[in-house]
């Protein structure tokens, strides 16, 4: 009796799966849709100009899901607190005046700002660097408190974005527009350099990330576990900001993205394995943008871009968890 019920998958394994399954197929409808909804398949021209079009911004739109979802996840079970994201940290605005900071000294004309894969490495490495070394310092002096954490970053978010506009202001216009990308404006040349680094993170993070399910358990239990706590708090990190400046670099920053996918996946899945946690909300990401930038291409016709939408209906959700006495 023990040993089949003991090899038989659980209820909620089994749940669980099917709402993989299900998000899944979700993602799998939203992009068929994206990709043949008013697409004229009778001149092959057209039609070939239209996959030309839509094929990079749909690779772009599933690598920033995965990138924001994966990253809120894991960013949430590191301060152990569901929400507080990234990017309402101020990290993708870190990114953008890192990047504009670079455009900026460098000078438009250099090799390092032509080149998108080579700026995009520069970036990467600052972002690594400075981030790490910012949000480690300040959540060992916050000790993790939530109110401290939010005061703290949105002054941060403040200060990155004035410097950014202070700079910007100093520069050309014409080089100005093709710093910011956004869904509009999507940073197509860096899609295989983008797919790798992400592979490399999830090789190199591997450990860290089975570790994840410990970790939550807070830093003594996680140390009294024989997990080397604050080593792999760093790594992850790292990680975190890494997978965030992907996704700021190639759509631009879209603050609220995170606490939405991240939150949606954590009451969906309700489980601790971290496993189900990333994997639906990188999927719920995806249909959320995949689907959203189609209503705003068909429906709206570009007039209103999907980063409004998502903006105000993460503020307003930001709000609803703020209010509802939710576990923070």
Same mark, same amino acid.
């Not at 197929?25 to 068929?32: D, E, F, G, P, R």
């Not at 990190?237 to 900001?241: E, F, H, Q």
């Given at each position: 009796?023990?040993?089949? =019920?003991?090899a *038989?998958?659980?209820a909620?394994?089994r749940?669980?799966?099917r709402?993989?399954?299900l998000?899944a197929? #979700?993602? #799998?409808?939203?992009?068929?849709c994206y990709?043949?909804?008013?697409v004229?398949f009778?001149? $092959?021209? *057209?039609?070939?100009?239209?996959?030309k079009?839509?094929?990079?911004?749909?690779v772009?739109m599933?690598i920033t899901?995965?990138?924001?979802?994966?990253?809120?996840?894991v960013? $949430?079970?590191?301060?152990?607190?569901?929400?507080?994201?990234?990017?309402l +940290?101020?990290m993708n605005?870190?990114?953008t005046?890192i990047?504009?900071?670079?455009?900026f000294?460098?000078? %438009?004309?250099?090799l390092?700002a032509?080149? @998108?894969?080579? %700026?995009f490495?520069?970036?990467?490495?600052l972002?690594?660097?400075v981030?790490t070394?910012?949000y =480690?310092?300040?959540? $060992?002096?916050?000790n993790?408190?939530v109110l401290?954490?939010l005061?703290?970053?949105?002054? #941060?978010s =403040?200060?990155?974005? =004035?410097? $950014?506009?202070t700079?910007?202001?100093?520069? &050309?216009?014409n080089?100005?527009?093709?710093?910011v990308a956004?869904?509009?404006?999507?940073?197509?040349e860096?899609?295989?350099?983008?797919?790798v680094?992400?592979a490399?993170?999830?090789?190199v993070l591997r450990?860290?990330? @089975?570790?994840?399910d410990? +970790?939550?358990?807070?830093k003594?239990?996680a140390?009294?576990?024989?997990v &080397?706590?604050?080593?792999?708090?760093? /790594?992850l990190?790292?990680?975190?900001?890494l997978?965030?400046?992907?996704a700021?670099?190639?759509?631009?920053p879209i603050?609220?993205?995170?606490?939405?996918? @991240?939150?949606i996946? /954590?009451?969906?899945?309700?489980t601790y /394995?971290h496993?189900?946690?990333? +994997?639906?909300? @990188?999927?719920?990401g995806m249909v959320? #943008?995949v689907?959203?930038?189609?209503?705003?291409?068909?429906?709206?016709?570009?007039a209103?871009?999907?980063?409004?939408?998502?903006?105000v209906g993460g503020?307003?959700?930001?709000?609803?968890?703020?209010l509802?006495?939710?576990?923070?």
């Open positions: 009796m023990n040993r089949t =019920s003991t *038989l998958p659980s909620s394994y749940a669980n799966v709402k993989v399954t998000l197929l #979700l993602v #799998l409808l939203a992009a068929v990709m043949v909804v008013a004229n009778g001149n $092959q021209q *057209l039609m070939l100009y239209s996959m079009i839509r094929t990079p911004k749909l772009v599933l899901a995965f990138a924001i979802g994966g990253a809120s996840i960013f $949430q079970s590191i301060i152990n607190n569901t929400i507080v994201t990234p990017c +940290l101020g605005s870190l990114y005046l990047h504009t900071a670079v455009v000294f460098a000078g %438009s004309g250099s390092l032509r080149n @998108a894969n080579l %700026s490495a520069a970036d990467v490495i972002m690594g660097i981030a070394i910012i =480690s310092y300040l959540f $060992q002096k916050t993790h408190n401290y954490v005061l703290i970053g949105t002054v #941060l =403040s200060f990155f974005s =004035s410097i $950014q506009t700079l910007t202001r100093v520069m &050309d216009p080089e100005y527009d093709t710093l956004d869904f509009e404006n999507i940073n197509s860096i899609i295989v350099f983008a797919l680094l992400l490399g993170l999830i090789f450990r860290d990330l @089975a570790l994840l410990v +970790l939550t358990l807070g003594h239990q140390i009294n576990l024989g &080397d706590y604050d080593r792999s708090i760093r /790594r990190l790292l990680g975190v900001t997978c965030i400046a992907v700021t670099a190639m759509v631009g603050s609220f993205l995170g606490l939405i996918i @991240a939150n996946a /954590r009451q969906l899945f309700k /394995r496993t189900y946690l990333i +994997l639906g909300s @990188a999927l719920v959320v #943008l689907a959203g930038q189609l209503v705003v291409e068909r429906i709206y016709h570009y209103v871009p999907i980063s409004v939408f998502i903006t503020g307003i959700y930001f709000l609803y968890l703020l509802s006495n939710r576990r923070v």
